[in-house]
């Protein structure tokens, strides 16, 4: 089945304590992405790779690390996390930049 | 930067019934897609419809048509014989066709309610 993963769904965490969530797609897409959704502002995006090896801010990447080593693989990073990153995460892949998207089931972080 | 918006925070229906959901946009680009994505409770981000702005002929998946207005910008869902399982957050969604600008760029979101 094709489809955007993404691990772990739920984490709650506390200030400053390094955490990482996987997101994997088993489609073979190129363009990858994450976005933050909190509530009155919609989904915005964090960071975007078009391919391996590249990867480019969003409109907020403050506080966010990301790789893209391998094709199907995007992690983010949240070195130091703090409470106004509490938020619902979502990883999106597609096949090429100009193609529909599709999304993960989400992450919903809390950090204390 | 091109921005979207929707207007209606809230809606409702009634089953069976009709409705609609609106969104503009603002961009000086020619060639564009847009997007309805659906948000069931589950969370999930579920795409319901795409346009591209290129095509004159508004997009139609099943119960769900959009009215796609070029020249107003204006990109509304419209949601024939709703069922329950169509309550949700609905997110209007813009993304430029040129390279170097990949993101989506997302309205608020409408609360669609479905009244049995």
């Known amino acids: 089945e094709a489809q955007v993963t993404q691990n772990p769904r739920y984490l709650i965490t506390v200030t400053g304590k390094k955490l990482t969530v996987t997101c994997s797609q088993n489609?073979?897409?190129?363009?990858m992405s994450w976005y933050r959704q909190d509530p009155g502002l919609g989904l915005r995006q964090i960071y975007y790779s078009m391919n391996v090896e590249v990867t480019d801010k969003g409109d907020v990447p403050e506080g966010y690390k990301v790789s893209r080593k391998e094709k199907r693989n995007f992690p983010l990073i949240l070195e130091s996390p703090s409470p106004n990153q509490t938020s619902l995460y979502f990883c999106?892949?597609?096949?090429?930049?100009?193609?529909?998207?599709?999304f993960g089931p989400g992450t919903r972080l809390t950090v204390l | 930067a091109q921005t979207v918006t929707q207007s209606q925070p809230e809606m409702s229906v009634q089953e069976a019934e009709t409705v609609t959901l609106s969104c503009t946009y603002d961009t000086s680009e020619s060639d564009y897609y847009l997007f309805w994505y659906k948000q069931p409770p589950s969370r999930q981000m579920i795409l319901v419809i795409r346009q591209e702005a290129y095509k004159q002929q508004n997009a139609t998946e099943n119960r769900f048509s959009v009215n796609f207005q070029k020249a107003a910008k204006s990109f509304s869902l419209k949601i024939s014989d709703s069922q329950l399982g169509d309550a949700a957050m609905y997110f209007c969604?813009?993304?430029?066709?040129?390279?170097?600008?990949?993101?989506?760029?997302f309205g608020k979101g409408t609360k669609l309610t479905v009244n049995p």
């Open positions: 489609m073979n897409h190129e363009y």
């Open positions: 999106a892949s597609s096949l090429s930049f100009a193609d529909t998207q599709y």
């Open positions: 969604a813009y993304r430029s066709s040129k390279g170097g600008s990949e993101k989506l760029v």
